[in-house]
């Protein structure tokens, strides 16, 4: 009953209120993505960390083993799937970003920039 009453309350809102609502708004999603992408990042060092020291203790504990390519191997072919996985997101958001709510120069050109700050 809550999210109807407020949707019928705001109907009888002035828009000026949602102008310093927008702003605020703005800001604080900027800083939410910003702190996503350093967690992001955080944990990328974090697991790749983890999985080399693994590879430089295989390395000491049983050397010519090759447990230590092993695990070498799943970093490169853990970070070819996370690439292949960004490039193919990007793409789906080149072709699925709508220019009819945007200008037709708008939408390709920030979509390009997408794809050019995953590779």
């Known amino acids: 009953f809550t999210i109807p009453a407020l949707a019928g309350a705001f109907l009888f809102v002035p828009n000026s209120i949602f ?25 990328a060092y974090s697991w790749n960390e983890r999985w080399y020291s693994q590879a430089l203790m295989a390395r000491r504990s049983d050397p010519g083993s090759g447990r230590d390519t092993t695990w070498q191997g799943l970093i490169l072919a853990a970070s070819a799937v996370l690439l292949v996985c960004s490039v193919a997101a990007a793409i789906a958001l080149f072709v699925e970003v709508p220019s009819a709510t945007t200008s037709a120069v708008l939408a390709p050109t920030l979509a390009a920039m997408a794809v050019l700050l995953v590779v």
């Not at 102008?19 to 944990?43: K, N, P, T």
């Open 19 to 43: 102008d310093g609502f927008r702003a605020v708004v703005g800001v604080v999603s900027a800083c939410f993505l910003v702190a996503q992408a350093v967690l992001v990042i955080d944990f």
